[in-house]
T-cell receptor, first 114, second 112 residues
């Protein structure tokens, strides 16, 4: 079946540093990928829609300069949390458009900023 | 291992009929259960969630879901389907921590 590999699964970083999260479709090409954020017991919040070869579309309230999204190829999208702060600690998950079959989720990344 | 199962890849219903999209889960601890809907080229949209309390949860667009602890199920229901309900539906489980597990999704087709 279609697999989306998300890496790392867990990362701890110091406040002020940047962290890159990768989302890779292993056996299909994904023109569109979505990035979500979740806090415990809360629903996922869509952060941005990433389209290969173009700028990401950010949801209202999401800082595009803080959450940099790059979708340079049909199999890879990256989310970089720049100058991370403790309030950025969260669970980040991507999903890839596996048209026409649906969407496949990555396994998620738990970010802890200390 | 923790998992979420949506046993049906596709559900077909006629407009005006009741619909059910099934979800069962296997997790340790108390589950926090969610339903999301996704339309083509759009991100997930939150429908409803169960955290605690009343087993019948009401959500957006007339959807509801019933938490059944003994059967470890959280089926999504709607009394009268609309053509506009046609979409992809995902069940998800969070155990209170930072990780969410998704079902594979069920495609709902509502025929006029």
């Amino acid at each position: 079946g279609a697999v989306v590999s998300q890496h790392p699964s867990w990362v701890i970083c110091k406040s002020g540093t940047s962290v890159k999260i990768e989302c890779r479709s292993l056996d299909f090409q994904a023109t569109t990928m979505f990035w979500y954020r979740q806090f415990p017991k809360q629903s996922l919040m869509l952060m941005a829609t990433s389209n290969e070869g173009s700028k990401a579309t950010y949801e209202q309230g999401v800082e595009k300069d803080k959450f940099l999204i790059n979708h340079a190829s049909l199999t890879l999208s990256t989310l970089t949390v720049t100058s991370a702060h403790p309030e950025d600690s969260s669970f980040y998950i991507c999903s890839a458009d596996r048209a026409p079959y649906g969407y496949t989720f990555g396994s998620g990344t738990r970010l802890t900023v200390v | 291992a923790q998992s979420v199962a949506q046993p049906e890849d596709q559900v077909n219903v006629a407009e005006g009929n009741p619909l059910t999209v099934k979800c069962t889960y296997s997790v340790s601890g108390n589950p926090y259960l969610f339903w999301y809907v996704q339309y083509p080229n759009r991100g997930l949209q939150f429908l409803l969630k169960y955290i605690t309390g009343d087993n019948l949860v009401k959500g957006s667009y007339g959807f509801e879901a019933e938490f059944n602890k003994s059967q470890t199920s959280f089926h999504l229901k709607k009394p009268s389907a609309l053509v506009s309900d046609s979409a992809l539906y995902f069940c998800a489980v969070n155990t209170g921590g930072f990780k969410t597990i998704f079902g594979a999704g069920t495609r709902l087709f509502v025929k006029a």
